[in-house]
């Protein structure tokens, strides 16, 4: 089985900032990771990545806000969406 992209996307949520899908099924969980999934969950403002989500090769899942690099606990994609979304807002407020 390969790789199944699941989302691409990108998301306005003004005119000077969006947010960025990218979700994959993997065969094999990302060493770091206990899931079948590949994500980067990322909002951009002024061109500048200000938060993301992810699970790199070797970091397992883990978010960044700013300069801090932090690890995540993933239980569901729906907890992940939930906790972006709710840091998102967050920021933007």
Same mark, same amino acid.
């Given at each position: 089985?390969?790789?199944?992209?699941?989302?691409?996307?990108?998301?306005?949520?003004?005119?000077?900032?969006?947010?960025?899908?990218?979700?994959?099924?993997?065969?094999?969980?990302?060493?770091?990771?206990?899931?079948?999934?590949?994500?980067? &969950?990322?909002?951009?403002?002024?061109?500048?990545?200000?938060?993301?989500?992810?699970?790199?090769?070797?970091?397992?899942?883990?978010?960044? &806000?700013?300069?801090?690099?932090?690890?995540?606990?993933?239980?569901?994609?729906?907890?992940?969406?939930?906790?972006?979304?709710?840091?998102?807002?967050?920021?933007?407020?």
């Amino acid at each position: 089985m390969e790789a199944v992209l699941i989302e691409k996307s990108r998301t306005a949520v003004s005119h000077t900032a969006f947010f960025e899908t990218v979700l994959w099924h993997v065969p094999t969980p990302v060493p770091g990771s206990s899931h079948h999934f590949k994500y980067r &969950l990322a909002l951009i403002i002024n061109d500048e990545c200000v938060m993301r989500y992810d699970n790199e090769r070797g970091k397992g899942d883990h978010r960044h &806000l700013g300069d801090l690099e932090e690890p995540i606990e993933f239980t569901t994609l729906e907890a992940l969406f939930d906790a972006f979304q709710a840091d998102m807002e967050r920021i933007l407020a």
